[in-house]
């Protein structure tokens, strides 16, 4: 198999659809590869949106603690801080001289973003640059990544392609994995989950908050009474993605049945989510706690990507004519 790169913002806690769309399927592809890959927490993209530092801060440590709750393993995996690997910031500058500003422009996460939030900053703008510098500075080939993000790799692809063609072959061409079924989890109003849409339902939440986000999960009106059909509701499409056959079947039979409304079926969901996350709720609940843990682990998975990162880089600066003396 080969090893993958991905990222995930640090733009606050892991949501369902961050965990079931990303961060699962990724550590289970990593761990399964005989090469190290690299997993990283995405603070150099989140200052995009987040200016407040211990915000910021806090946000990666929740990151972090998430990602190792899940079962990331710090050996198999080089999981570091964006951040600690300024090197991807130099990579950026270049590859922003060799892509087009009239392609940039047709970026769509840019063109849907810029018309609903409020700081459309030049970062926001050429953030695929600096994604695209995350992923040649180590030479990845497969990065999974979901539907949204497509785009950005054909970017990536494209501007190494650009960079290659006029100053020789220096970057490998990155290709987009789609993992499992990579659908888009719906958030709590049935639009795609999203932290920028509020819709999220976080599974590391305390458990009041985790119940508040399940019982706001939009059904229709159907009386408690009626019967009703399962697959036209969004609260069983969420215990469709994580029950066993033998659960959703007796759960189809519910809704079929009658006089079970949709108070009931939303606390046998909040239910089953605790009872399906309770090791990673009780193991991100005990490294949150320990800032000290996390830093030692994303220095020593920084060290490790220090080393290719600074690889690479002497490559780039070698082939653009820079001095590349002080790199090791
Ligand atoms: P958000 O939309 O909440 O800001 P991000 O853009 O930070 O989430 O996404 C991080 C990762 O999680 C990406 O790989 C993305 O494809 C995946 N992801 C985000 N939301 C979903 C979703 N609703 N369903 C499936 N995967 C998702
Ligand atoms: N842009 C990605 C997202 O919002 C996160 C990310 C940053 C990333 N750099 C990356 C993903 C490199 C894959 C590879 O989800």
């Not at 991807?88 to 001289?97: G, I, K, M, Q």
């Not at 985790?210 to 159907?222: E, G, P, V, Y």
């Not at 830093?295 to 020593?300: A, G, P, Q, R, W």
């Amino acid at each position: 198999m080969p090893r993958i790169l991905t990222g995930v913002q640090s733009t606050g806690v892991p949501h369902l659809g961050n965990l079931l769309g990303a961060i699962l399927p990724a550590i289970k592809w990593a761990h399964a590869c005989s090469e190290p890959s690299f997993l990283f927490v995405a603070d150099l993209h989140s200052i995009t949106q987040i200016k407040d530092s211990k915000l910021l801060k806090e946000n990666t440590y929740q990151v972090v603690a998430a990602w190792l709750a899940c079962g990331l393993d710090t050996d198999r995996i080089i999981f570091y801080r964006q951040s600690d690997v300024p090197e991807v910031t130099e990579l950026a500058w270049y590859l922003n001289c060799f892509y087009p500003y009239q392609r940039l422009k047709l970026a769509h996460s840019f063109k849907d973003k810029k018309d609903y939030i409020e700081d459309v900053n030049s970062g926001l703008f050429t953030y695929p640059m600096l994604m695209a510098a995350d992923i040649l500075l180590y030479d990845a080939e497969k990065i999974p990544v979901g539907k949204d993000q497509l785009q950005h790799l054909e970017i990536a692809r494209e501007v190494a392609q650009r960079f290659n063609r006029k100053m020789g072959k220096v970057f490998v061409l990155p290709e987009a994995m789609m993992l499992e079924n990579l659908l888009h989890i719906p958030g709590t109003d049935g639009q795609k989950m999203s932290k920028s849409r509020k819709n999220t339902i976080n599974i590391f939440a305390p458990d009041k908050d985790l119940r508040k986000q399940i019982m706001s999960i939009q059904t229709d009106s159907m009386p408690l009474k009626a019967p009703k059909d399962p697959e036209k509701d969004l609260v069983f499409s969420f215990y469709k993605l994580l029950a066993s056959e033998e659960e959703i079947d007796h759960m189809r039979e519910n809704y079929l049945a009658g006089g079970y409304g949709y108070g009931q079926v939303k606390q046998a969901l909040y239910e089953f989510f605790l009872k399906h996350f309770a090791k990673e709720r009780e193991k991100f609940n005990s490294f949150v706690q320990d800032e000290a843990l996390l830093d030692e682990i994303l220095v020593h998975g920084s060290q490790r990507a220090s080393k290719v990162a600074q690889q690479t880089l002497k490559r780039v600066r070698h082939a653009l004519g820079f001095s590349a003396n002080d790199l090791n």
